[in-house]
């Protein structure tokens, strides 16, 4: 059973800054592609950032520049660190891997708002 856990969503002002993580028990993300997607009301879930295996990293057109993926292997972790936020990137947003099939977290919510 993958069990991913999600921390670190909240409130932040435009502008500001949020680090979002992702942890496992029961499986190791260096070896799976593994995603951030976010879900704003209304609207259908879309890829924020991902990476491959390799280290390789992907970014949606609406966050490049902003948003950086990025894992510490050590502590089997996956991060988005969130930068120069902007109301609109208020969303649920969630881990995702791929271990054959594919496994999401609970997600976390993100609002940004003055």
């Known amino acids: 059973q993958v069990q991913l856990v999600e921390s670190g969503g909240g409130l932040a002002q435009p502008g500001g800054s949020l680090k979002l993580s992702c942890t496992s028990s029961?499986?190791?993300?260096?070896?799976?592609?593994a995603a951030w997607y976010r879900q704003a009301p209304g609207k259908q879930r879309e890829l924020v950032a991902g990476?491959?295996?390799?280290?390789?990293?992907r970014y949606g057109d609406s966050v490049k520049g902003r948003f950086t993926i990025s894992r510490d292997i050590g502590k089997n972790t996956v991060y988005l660190q969130m930068n120069g936020l902007k109301s609109e990137d208020t969303a649920v947003y969630y881990c995702?891997?791929?271990?054959?099939?594919?496994?999401w977290g609970q997600g976390t919510q993100v609002t940004v708002s003055s």
């Open positions: 990476m491959a295996p390799s280290g390789d990293t």
């Open positions: 995702w891997i791929k271990v054959g099939y594919e496994y």
């Open positions: 029961t499986i190791i993300f260096q070896r799976y592609p």
